[in-house]
């Protein structure tokens, strides 16, 4: 069955950076684009941006630029998010999402990355 | 703040039908994009309800219904049950931004 696996929660200091990845199964890896989602504690959903598998060529939404970085490594079907210079407001879950395409939604969640930004 | 309006909170009793309305504008909704509702139960992942407007993915019992009309979408559940408390969000896509866009999310509590 199609699953994504995220990485395990993280406890990063301000200014430091972290890595969260998101390892697909049981699909076609470059049958889908990979999608970020935030959620801050008690929060709504954010889009933060995606990635297309086939090219690697990523998409940042407007508020996730800059020390935001979206990557691949389809050789392990994994897609990675990179946030650098943390801040304490960066505090969230991080979800990687499947996105096969309209009309089909965000039909696979990955089970959520936990990252704690404090001194 | 989010781009798609929905109320902050809803209830009914077991057994009960409530809906949940996602109000947007002529960039998102009303411009055609698609509308997807999502199911999130305390402490886990997101879980898609409803894609492409009015589909249930395989597995959704068909208590769960989704609509769209001019720039505003709405969840509807039927048979209201205790395992349905949960937040649902609605999402679209916002065609002037470029982006995928979320509603604030709703908080079901069955009664």
């Known amino acids: 069955q199609v699953q994504l696996v995220q990485s395990g929660s993280e406890w990063k200091k301000p200014g430091a950076s972290v890595k969260v990845s998101c390892k697909a199964s049981g699909y076609t890896f470059t049958g889908a684009s990979i999608n970020w989602v935030r959620q801050a504690p008690g929060q709504g959903l954010e889009w933060m941006g995606w990635?297309?598998?086939?090219?690697?060529?990523?998409g940042n939404a407007r508020g996730f630029t800059g020390r935001f970085v979206f990557s691949l490594d389809t050789s392990v079907r994994t897609a990675y998010l990179q946030i650098s210079s943390l801040k304490a407001e960066d505090s969230a879950i991080y979800y990687c999402?499947?996105?096969?395409?309209?009309?089909?939604?965000?039909?696979?969640w990955g089970q959520g990355t936990l990252v704690t930004v404090s001194s | 703040q989010s781009v798609l309006t929905q109320p902050p909170s809803v209830s009914g009793a077991p057994g009960q039908r409530v809906t949940i309305s996602c109000s947007g504008t002529?960039?998102?909704?009303?411009?055609?994009?698609?509308v997807h509702w999502y199911q999130q139960l305390p402490g886990t992942a997101p879980k898609l309800l409803i894609n492409?407007?009015?589909n249930r993915p395989s597995g959704v019992p068909d208590r769960f219904s989704g609509s769209t009309s001019g720039t505003s979408a709405s969840l509807a559940i039927t048979g209201l049950q205790a395992e349905d408390e949960a937040d649902y969000f609605c999402q679209s896509y916002d065609g002037s931004l470029g982006e995928v866009i979320f509603g604030g999310g709703t908080k079901l509590t069955v009664l």
């Open positions: 999402t499947r996105d096969r395409g309209s009309p089909a939604g965000f039909d696979s």
């Open positions: 002529s960039s998102d909704i009303g411009a055609g994009h698609d």
């Open positions: 492409g407007h009015t």
């Open positions: 990635i297309n598998t086939k090219t690697g060529n990523p």
